[in-house]
Structure formats: C-alpha cells, structure tokens
C-alpha cells in the first residue's frame, strides 16, 4: 500500500495538515465550555456569555468546513491509490501462469475481484478518512488535557492498558480469521460456479443429493467463521465500554480533588471531563476501525498476493529479440499438472521456420500440453522451450494461440476484432474480416462493424466466433501460431470455412496444429503422433503412411469411413467439411495409439532451410 500512496505525497500532506487544522479548532470548544461554567458559578451577569456562545457558533462553522475539505483530500487520496491498485490487479491477473489460476479455481479469482475488492474499497472509503481523523483527535486532545494539568492527562491514561491489551487481543484473534473467511467464501464460491456451470451434467447423472451436500457443507463452514466474526467483535465492544468508564471514573475523581485543593476551576474540570469524554468517539472509532481494518487487510492481503507474483511477461521482457523468422526448438521437456504425475515425458522436437506441423494422437496423449508450453501458457517442468532465441510467454507478440474455447467480448464488434491491435483502422479489420471468410456476414449485421455483440448483445454462432478469432489473430499478427483444435467446436456446414480461414491465417507463418481431423494432419508440412507424453512418430504424410505405423493405422480407419473421393482430397491437402478423426482424435476405438507394428517411424532430422511451402516471415514480432 506504501507503494501505491507514495507518488501521491503532496495531497497527502494537504489531507493531513488540513484536518490538524479542523482537529485544533474543535479542541478550543471545550475549554469555552469551561468558561462559561466559570461564568456561571461566580454568578456573572448574562452578557459575559455573549462572546463565549459567539465563539462558539464560529468554532463550530470553521472546523465543519475544514473537516469537509480535509476527509475529501483524504478520501480523493484513498480513491487514487484504490484504483490504481485494481489496475494492478487486472494486469497482473491476466499474466498469471495458467496452471496458478487453475489450481486456485475460478471461484478464488472471482473472489478477490469482486468480494476482497468492495472491502479494500470499503475501508478506503469509509476507515482511511475516519482513521486518520481520529488519530489526531487523539493525540491533540491527549495533549489539550496535559495543558489544563498533567494529573488529567495522568488519570485518562489509566484507560490505555485496557484499551491496548484489548486491540492486541483483538488482532492476534482477528487475522487469522477474516484470512480463512476468504478462503472458506472463495471455496464456497468455487463449488456454486462449478455446481450451477455444469448443471446439466449434474442432471444427467443424477449428483444433484451430492452437489447439494457439498454446497451445504462450503455455505456451512462460511456461516460458522461468520458467526466467529461476529462473537469476537462482541466482546471486543464490551472491553472497549469497560476501558471508557474506567478512565472517565478517574478524571472525575482527579477533577473533585483538584478543585477541592483549589488547584483548579470547576470550569477548568469541566473541561478535562469533556475533553476524556470527547475521546470516547475517536478512540472507539479507531480502535472498532480495526474490524474494517482486519477484514481489509485480509482482503488486501490476497489483492497483493496477486499484484506481487512476477508477470511472465517480465522475464520475457529481458529476452532478446527474434532475429529471424522463429523456428520452435522443444528439449527434454517433462511436465506435470498434478507433481509426480507427468503428462509428458521427455518430448524432443524441432519445427523449422515457416514449417507447419501437426499434432495427432489420442485424447490425453499430450498434444494440448505440449501447444501450452510452446504457447507460453505454462512453464515446463523441466527441459526447455524456446522460439528463435527466446522464451515463449503468453503476452501474443511471439505466439498466437487461438483454442476451440472462444470468448465473444461484450461491446461492438470493431472493438472486440481491435484488442489484438487497438490501432487498426476501419479498412484493416475489413481485410482481416474478409481473409477469414467473416466480412460477408458481418455487412449483414444490424450495424456492420458497429454492432454489439457478446453478452447482451448480437448472439453469434460458434463458427462465426471462432472466424472473429482468427481474425483477431491475423490483426495481431504474431510470428508463431499454435491452432489448439480451433475448429473443433464447428458443425459440419461450418467445417469447411473455418478450415479455410484458418489456412490463410496460417500462411506465411510458423505453425503447430493441434489436429482434430486427420485431413488436417495430411495438409501439414510434418506430421508429429503423440502417445502416453510422448511422440512415437513423426514425418510427412506419405513418410508416415509408408512407414505403415501408428499414423497409418489412424489413417486408415479414418479412410475407411470416408468416400474415395474425400479420402484423395483430403491426402492433396484438401480439409473435407465434418471430417473427424475417430474417437476424440485419436485411435479408431477411442484408445491408445497402437504401436508401429514392430517398423520405426523415420523421424528425420529436420534441417534449418525454412519450408518452400511456407515464405520466411518478418524478423520480429509485430
């Protein structure tokens, strides 16, 4: 937090000389007060209480005025530095390393940016101006009373051990318990995402008595650590009542003495009284703020947690530049989701320059993971990945991803298609509409570019959604693009253009192809089969398919279920609409990919000439 205040020291300062100022006034009332007492008991005429009550209308005038203008110094200050902390926030949420926020679960993340949020605000709003007013009442007030005699000042102490022993006790207790209520809300939160998200699975195979015990059991544990909060803040109102009266019996008690010995002025005691009891709001304040206090640093705590964590893009930051059209080297790469259960084992491969590989193999063999890593959204275990000469991160500017799970941003279209770019004009996300087959359709729309679309918006279709995508990718213009099943998503009617788009958004460039349809596989330079973690063939297709291993058992099962006129095409690098690759992509029965029939595989060293197929690409990424 000193960090986010520090650029803002100067309104700062004004905020805080400001309410000196209003404090100060405010503390003259009191010895008025004591005046008129005076006045009173020596039996003096009314008008000698003129100036005192005038000086009073005019004490209370000027201190509502400079308390206004310094809480909203104050308050303006804790705004600037909220704000900038979401900012910090935001940008540092979407670096996170994926498998970070998959292991926390969305319903953390959703937590802290909504929940953990509203109670920094809060205290911001509300704790922040009301704190540092009440520090310096007390301490001005503290030293208003050793003015009048320092055996008053000696006596409201008596409170302050009471006082200090209970805010101790209270914050020993407190932290640890606001911090598991955020991690209690955040997992009861996290069950109510993935209960009402998969509802329809939940139907389907009858959990809903299961999915109901487990919400129970996550609301339960919230309501008791609530119920704790509220009992702990209970007895810390009672010690609070118990330190007032306490101090306030012995200021009494040294006022009576005082004027007895004639020390002092009943109107004098008076005052001292007053000033004790006028302590009873800024210290009840500042010490009840530390509930507010409490919950927010809780809150503040797990904002900074993810403020703090180092962006990936900060250690790309540091690489150096592509020097020329990148090529992606893999080596010894293992990696695992959960530790001690790797996904992939080892993987070795090289794609040269300009060359487009694929990625085929059964679900679960390791093709995601291994698009992942060379995309950037994770870090590998151990081994290595690299893109020319640098480290892939997940900022875009050398890698591409575009995945079967697309997002539709609410707003108009143009403004979606221009987060990859914001400075694209009109003309430029037209071209990019029209090279992904879109512009057609776009033109039809209510507003053209105009039109709202996402949430709230124009619904669109999954193949139009995943053509916007494309689109973006070909306004980001990234040297390397990984295609994680990209068209998977499209019906049968909708195959065919978006295995068009995606070809001309991959001309030109570098290229790994996570492979749902084998006649995707036969259009590629080089052919990679992955089973188990690892790659057990690789070639080009008619390599592969004379080697008559493991990809060729694929493609003729695949083969077999087509018409020979699809089966040609497809092998010339035509992508015949709804061609699947049979049970998710991988063997004919949905199992593991068989062996190569006792045949190596050629897997030939792949030379550093980029592919004639494919032109070498710009130096740098755009």
Same mark, same amino acid.
């Given at each position: 937090?000193?960090?986010l ?5 100067v ?8 309410l ?12 008025l ?8 008991t ?7 209480l003129?100036?005192?009550?005038l ?16 809480m ?15 900012e ?8 996170l390393?994926?498998?970070?926020v998959?292991?926390?679960?969305s ?12 109670r ?6 509300t704790?922040?101006?009301e ?20 055996r008053?000042?000696v006596?409201?102490?008596v ?5 200090a022993?209970t ?6 207790h407190a ?8 991690i209690?809300t ?6 109510l995402l ?12 009858g959990l809903?008595?299961?999915h ?5 059991a996550r609301?339960r544990?919230? %309501?008791d ?8 803040v209970?007895?810390?109102?009672g ?12 200021v009494?008690?040294?006022?009576f ?9 009943v ?29 927010a ?10 403020v ?47 060359e487009?590989?694929a ?29 020319g ?6 900022s875009?500017?050398?890698v ?5 799970e697309?997002h539709?941003?609410?707003?108009p279209?143009a403004e ?10 009109e ?10 087959g879109?512009l057609?359709?776009v033109?039809r729309?209510?507003?053209g ?30 040297p390397? %693009?990984?295609l ?6 499209a ?12 070809e001309r958004?991959?001309r ?12 995707q ?10 089973d ?14 004379a080697?008559?291993?493991?990809y ?18 497809a ?14 992509g991988?063997t ?29 690409i ?5």
């Open positions: 937090m000193r960090e205040l520090r650029p803002h020291r309104l700062a300062g004004a905020g805080f000389a400001v000196v100022v209003a404090t100060a006034v405010g503390l003259l009332t009191q010895p007060l004591g005046r008129i007492v005076d006045l009173v020596r039996h003096r005429s009314p008008d000698a003129t100036w005192p009550v000086a009073l209308a005019g004490i209370a005038l000027v201190q509502g005025a400079s308390t206004a203008w310094g909203a110094l104050v308050s303006r200050l804790g705004e600037t530095a909220l704000a900038r902390l979401r910090l926030f935001v940008e540092r949420a979407l670096s390393p994926l498998d970070r998959e292991r926390a679960g319903g953390d993340l959703n937590a802290r940016v909504t929940r953990d949020v509203s920094v605000a809060e205290a911001v709003r704790a922040l101006p704190l540092a007013k009440s520090g310096l009442s007390i301490v001005l007030t503290l030293g208003a009373l050793a003015l009048l005699d320092w008053f000042l006596a409201a102490l409170a302050v051990p009471v006082q022993w805010a101790r006790w209270y914050v020993r932290v640890p318990l606001y911090a598991r209520e955020r209690v955040g997992a009861q939160q996290q069950q993935d209960t009402i998200g998969g509802a329809r699975t939940v139907r389907a195979y809903q008595a299961e109901d015990r487990r919400v129970t609301s544990a919230a %309501v650590l609530t119920m704790r909060g509220v009992r702990l209970l007895r810390f109102y010690r609070l009542h118990v330190a007032e009266y306490l101090g306030l019996a012995a009494l008690l040294t006022g003495l005082l004027v007895r010995d004639d020390a002092v002025s109107g004098t005691a008076t005052a001292a009284a007053l000033y004790f009891h006028s302590l009873f709001t800024p210290v009840n304040t500042a010490l009840v703020l530390l509930d507010d206090a409490q919950s640093t809780a809150g503040l705590a797990r904002l900074v947690g993810v703090d964590v180092r962006a990936e893009e900060d250690a790309a930051d540091g690489a150096a530049p592509v020097t020329g059209p990148p090529g992606v080297v893999v080596s010894g790469v293992t990696h695992a989701y959960v530790p001690g259960r790797p996904v992939l084992h080892g993987v070795d491969l090289e794609v040269r320059p300009g487009r590989v990625l085929v193999g059964a679900s679960g063999a390791g093709k995601t993971t291994l698009a992942k890593l060379v995309a950037g959204l994770h870090r590998a275990e151990s081994g290595s990945v690299r893109v000469n640098a480290e892939p991160d997940a875009g500017r050398l591409g991803l575009v995945t079967q697309v539709v941003f609410a707003g279209l979606d298609l221009r987060l990859t770019r914001p400075d694209a004009d003309a430029e996300l037209r071209a990019a509409l029209a090279a992904v879109a057609e359709w033109d729309l209510p507003e570019l105009d039109t709202v679309v996402g949430e709230g918006g124009h619904r669109l279709t999954t193949d139009r959604a995943q053509q916007l995508a494309l689109a973006r990718l070909l306004l980001a213009d990234p390397l %693009v990984v994680d099943e990209a068209t998977a998503e019906g049968s009617s909708g195959a065919r253009v978006l295995d068009e788009a995606a958004a991959l030109g460039r570098t290229a790994l192809v996570v492979a749902h349809r084998l006649g596989a036969a259009a590629a330079d080089r052919v990679v089969v992955m188990a973690g690892r790659i057990v063939e690789q070639g080009t297709h008619e390599e592969l398919l080697a008559d291993g493991a060729a058992t694929l493609w003729r099962a695949w083969s077999g279920s087509r018409s020979p006129g699809e089966s040609v095409r092998a010339e690098g035509g992508v015949p609409a709804g061609d699947a690759t049979p049970a998710g991988g004919p029965a949905g199992g593991r990919v068989p062996a190569a029939k006792g045949r190596p595989a050629p897997v030939p060293p792949p030379s550093s000439a980029p592919s004639p197929a494919h032109p070498e710009s130096e740098a990424p755009r």
